[in-house]
């Protein structure tokens, strides 16, 4: 046994949702009696992929003694899963830079005859169909042509407001009173190009990273915000990334908490800058 950094399952907090379980490379979750529990401390790396992705907040990370994380036993279980589970996972290995236990992955690939998958920047069309494509380094082609009649003089921001970030907003705003609010991921607006004409027209903006930001507050602010502002209308925008769909599971029960009947309208934005 070691002190070292591990998911901790809040039982009461947790939903039985599963949405941590794909996001867990490693495969150390399950849902067993309608709770998720982390089957083994062999299988937790502690790099917490899967903490974005609870709706209820129930997963954290704490240190406590535990079993020491055990790449060799969990490359057998994620081999046997394919190629694409493979890359997801040394590709985790990688970005969180736990060089040391991705060489022990490449040398059980090595060892037991599987091919090593390429680490380096690729360019795609699509996000991975498996892993974290929310970090998946990917090239984008763009035909410049098409821009080349946009500039400063031609646009105008949808914008009335100020300030936009949701740890920053009050929420007893005065503009936020009545108002169709639009609550964006962060990456959105720097994905789509028409977000203003297409999303942010004629509608008030709370902005947050599900993945990055410190959601703890979120919840409860978005339940006062829907209680005294009157809202016409909710619209999550998010990205087709896994980690953003926390930010709509964070809006959606935050709504359902609150008893108000408000319309929720989710938009979702591919990387390549497309209304999915």
């Avoid at 949702?17 to 709770?35: F, R, S, T, V």
């Avoid at 400063?152 to 920053?168: C, D, F, M, V, Y």
Wanted: proline residues 6%.
């Amino acid at each position: 046994m070691v002190k070292r950094k591990i998911v901790n399952i809040d039982e009461e907090k947790c939903n039985g949702c599963g949405y941590c379980i794909p996001n867990c490379q490693e495969g150390a979750l399950q849902i067993i009696d309608g709770k998720a529990r982390l089957i083994s401390d062999y299988f937790c790396d502690g790099l917490g992929a899967c903490l974005g992705h609870c709706p209820m907040d129930a997963i954290t990370i704490e240190e406590r003694e535990a079993k020491p994380y055990n790449e060799t036993l969990v490359m057998e279980s994620i081999a046997k899963q394919g190629a694409n589970t493979i890359k997801a996972h040394l590709m985790h290995l990688k970005e969180h830079n736990e060089f040391k236990f991705l060489q022990e992955a490449v040398d059980y690939l090595k060892k037991h005859g599987i091919p090593v998958p390429s680490l380096e920047e690729e360019q795609s069309e699509h996000p991975m169909p498996c892993g974290c494509p929310g970090t998946m380094a990917t090239t984008i082609k763009r035909n410049q042509k098409n821009n080349h009649n946009l500039s400063h003089s031609t646009l105008t921001s949808e914008l009335t407001q100020w300030p936009i970030q949701l740890h920053l907003v009050p929420p007893s705003a005065p503009f936020l009173k009545g108002s169709h609010l639009l609550i964006s991921a962060s990456c959105t607006a720097f994905s789509l190009a028409s977000f203003h004409g297409d999303l942010l027209r004629r509608k008030k903006i709370l902005i947050a990273c599900p993945k990055l930001d410190k959601t703890d507050p979120y919840k409860e602010k978005l339940i006062k915000i829907f209680k005294i502002n009157e809202l016409k209308s909710i619209t999550v925008a998010i990205m087709e990334v896994p980690c953003c769909k926390g930010l709509y599971q964070l809006v959606q029960s935050a709504l359902e908490e609150s008893g108000v009947n408000v319309p929720l309208i989710k938009e979702t934005i591919s990387i390549d800058g497309k209304i999915l």
